[in-house]
């Protein structure tokens, strides 16, 4: 069973920058492929990126491709999530994810077992 426990979310600016991290535990975090979605109020959940269990590949959302970054420290079992440029639109609560179809870099929530309990991120016009 693999934990997943999501921190760094805030309040900022638009045009400011956060950092989320997601910290793993419980399982062998070097063989799973990480995701991040974020849902904002009233919406549906929706994927914003994922990396692949080497960090060989990634994928991102077209709405913050340019702008978001994921990376991932298998030594020290964490996923990041920088964001920079942030807007509005980004306010949402992000959670990370884990998936064991570790050959899969996937945009769908349901390809991913494993969920962190969210970070909320504000981002003020």
């Known amino acids: 069973q693999v934990r997943l426990v999501e921190s760094g979310g805030g309040l900022v600016q638009a045009g400011g920058s956060l950092r989320l991290s997601c910290a793993a535990s419980?399982?062998?975090?070097?063989?799973?492929?990480m995701g991040w979605f974020r849902q904002a109020p009233g919406k549906e959940r929706e994927f914003v990126t994922a990396?692949?269990?080497?960090?060989?590949?990634?994928y991102y959302s077209d709405s913050v491709s340019g702008r978001f970054t994921i990376s991932r420290d298998n030594a020290k079992n964490k996923a990041s999530l920088q964001m920079n440029s942030l807007e509005p639109e980004d306010t949402a609560v992000y959670y990370c994810?884990?998936?064991?179809?570790?050959?899969?870099?996937?945009?769908?929530?349901?390809?991913?077992?494993?969920w962190g309990q969210g970070t909320r991120v504000n981002v003020s016009s």
């Open positions: 994810a884990a998936s064991s179809s570790s050959w899969l870099v996937s945009g769908l929530g349901l390809n991913y077992e494993y």
């Open positions: 419980g399982g062998t975090f070097r063989s799973y492929t």
């Open positions: 990396v692949s269990w080497g960090s060989s590949h990634t």
